[in-house]
């Protein structure tokens, strides 16, 4: 049991909550495949395990660990399930509390740019299914 | 040397241009040839108003994009600033645009990409990442059936395999198109 008190193996029905810092990140159909690319510094992309309700304590997370002086525009919310079924995996990484990652992203040796091609259809699987909860300002 | 054109100067040349245009009122066959030339002028200038205002409208959004995301985490994690060089490229990428087709929406990657997206829906999508480099990185999603690619964006052409993928994701028919 991790201190959050949740499981340390992230089930697949779990829901995985991605904070959107920016409108550009979604429009009125889904969220954009680049919500979900992998950071440039660790090659993860950072989940919470939460999913839309309850409101307060998602948005209790997005202000004490991602939103700072920030503004939160919204949140992409997809299963641990989606991921795991875009070739990728979910990794449980506390702390913060909750926290976790999207590992597993492809990497071509020497090529950054077929790397890249190849996380982004990846991103383009997830995005497909992720659910938007919009933030109201 | 040149001398700038006031605004004023340009809709008075227009004003005798659509004069010019107007139908009926063109008798010998050489002020029909006038009124024929007039016409193509004032279409050309119409189309051309019409996409320079839509692309210009578009670069405004990529400014208004680099400025938001122009500082290191913006997206709450350790996401790199846009780079510069990259919202150039997407410009001279959206300016290269065949005319025909629609403009893409735009977001920034974590890494300092552009991405560039045209979405017909959730699971129809083409997304072409644009970097610092002349090398742009694209994925689609149509259906069931989806790729990845990478191809070189030089000398102001976009390559033929994006402008097809776009045209087939957004269901633009006469897509052989011509580099604006």
């Known amino acids: 049991m991790l201190p959050s008190g949740l499981p340390e193996v992230v089930a697949d029905d779990e829901p995985l909550a991605r904070f959107l810092m920016s409108s550009s990140q979604f429009n009125a159909l889904m969220v954009k495949p680049a919500a979900y690319m992998p950071s440039a510094k660790d090659g993860n992309t950072s989940v919470f395990r939460h999913g839309a309700e309850p409101r307060e304590s998602l948005l209790e997370i997005a202000g004490t660990h991602v939103v700072g002086e920030r503004t939160l525009h919204g949140v ?3 299963t641990a399930q989606q991921v795991r079924a875009s070739e990728l995996n979910v990794v449980a ?10 590992t597993g992203w492809p990497v071509v040796a020497n090529d950054p740019e077929q790397t890249k091609a190849q996380q982004k259809e990846r991103a383009l699987l997830i995005a497909q299914h992720a659910v938007l909860v919009r933030v109201p300002r | 040397m ?11 040349g227009l004003a005798a241009l659509y004069s010019l245009a107007r139908p009926g009122s063109a008798v010998s066959r050489e002020a029909q040839v006038v009124q024929q030339v007039a016409n193509d002028a004032v279409n050309s200038v119409e189309r051309s108003w019409a996409l320079f205002g839509r692309k210009a409208s578009a670069i405004s959004e990529l400014s208004a994009l680099a400025n938001e995301c122009a500082h290191e985490g913006w ?3 350790d996401a790199r600033p846009i780079d510069p060089q990259a919202v150039s490229k997407a410009i001279a990428f959206m300016r290269a645009l065949p005319d025909s087709l629609p403009l893409p929406e735009m977001t920034a990657e974590p890494d300092g990409a552009v991405s560039l997206d045209w979405i017909r829906s959730r699971n129809r999508l083409l997304s072409v990442s644009i970097g610092a480099g002349d090398r742009l990185v694209f994925a689609w999603l149509d259906g069931s059936d989806r790729g990845h690619g990478v191809a070189r964006f030089v000398e102001g052409v976009v390559p033929a395999r994006i402008v097809d993928g776009i045209a087939a994701i957004m269901d633009v028919r006469d897509a052989a198109v011509r580099a604006a």
Not at chain 2, 2 to 12: D, H, N, R
């Open chain 2, 75 to 77: 997206d709450g994690g």
């Open chain 1, 93 to 102: 990484q506390e702390p913060p509390p909750r926290h976790a990652n999207i």
């Open chain 1, 76 to 78: 992409a919310i997809c």
């Open chain 2, 2 to 12: 040149l001398e700038p054109v006031s605004a004023v100067t340009i809709q008075l």
